[in-house]
T-cell receptor, first 115, second 109 residues
Framework: DAGITQSPRHKVTETGTPVTLRCHQTENHRYMYWYRQDPGHGLRLIHYSYGVKDTDKGEVSDGYSVSRSKTEDFLLTLESATSSQTSVYFC??????????????FGAGTRLSVL | RKEVEQDPGPFNVPEGATVAFNCTYSNSASQSFFWYRQDCRKEPKLLMSVYSSGNEDGRFTAQLNRASQYISLLIRDSKLSDSATYLCVPDTGRRALTFGSGTRLQVQP
């Protein structure tokens, strides 16, 4: 058990509504990540965090924002959901790379459908 | 050129077979590598880390060829439970990792 919990696990919403996905970790990892996975694209990084209140953009960050107010929680917000944001969202967490292991551990995923 | 390239497969092999996948990477600064496996509709899980020329863990062997910039994963004596998608992940030293799209393996009885 990697100690990473995502909520909700499934969500159906309508275009134009705001959506927040939550990721909670219990292992005190410094780094946390949000990915989306779509057929034919593999895992694509949306945003990541390298500490409390420290975040940076990934390759597909448009339309998404994140916040990390505590080490254990990393929130992903879709300000105004669009159908193109229908996807499976994975949260991951990992240790400081200077600990010699830049390994990421994943949550079980959130399936989001935007109608 | 993509940062990570993998043959998407699927590789269909019978139980007991030996199968190998290759993964090519473009960033020569990659110092270490990871192989993850992802079952259908599940999260990726770490299978193996590679910090030098290779690594072996039971039926699984990873071999790194830095000169040609590829890493391979060899699975011996395939089991039905090995059916999954295998993701190659080079660690280039940046904060974020880049995941390959994966190679799908289907082991058949």
């Amino acid at each position: 058990d990697a100690g990473i919990t995502q909520s909700p696990r499934h969500k159906v919403t309508e275009t134009g509504t705001p959506v927040t996905l939550r990721c909670h970790q219990t292992e005190n990892h410094r780094y946390m990540y949000w990915y989306r996975q779509d057929p034919g694209h593999g895992l694509r990084l949306i945003h990541y965090s390298y500490g409390v209140k420290d975040t940076d953009k990934g390759e597909v960050s448009d339309g998404y924002s994140v916040s990390r107010s505590k080490t254990e929680d990393f929130l992903l917000t879709l300000e105004s959901a669009t159908s193109s944001q229908t996807s499976v969202y994975f949260c991951a967490a990992g240790g400081d790379r200077f600990e010699a292991k830049n390994i990421q551990y994943f949550g079980a995923g959130t399936r989001l459908s935007v109608l | 050129r993509k940062e990570v390239e993998q043959d998407p497969g699927p590789f269909n092999v019978p139980e007991g077979a030996t199968v190998a996948f290759n993964c090519t990477y473009s960033n020569s600064a990659s110092q270490s590598f990871f192989w993850y496996r992802q079952d259908c509709r599940k999260e990726p899980k770490l299978l193996m880390s590679v910090y030098s020329s290779g690594n072996e863990d039971g039926r699984f062997t990873a071999q790194l060829n830095r000169a040609s910039q590829y890493i391979s994963l060899l699975i011996r004596d395939s089991k039905l439970s090995d059916s999954a998608t295998y993701l190659c992940v080079p660690d280039t030293g940046r904060r974020a990792l880049t995941f390959g799209s994966g190679t799908r393996l289907q082991v058949q009885p």
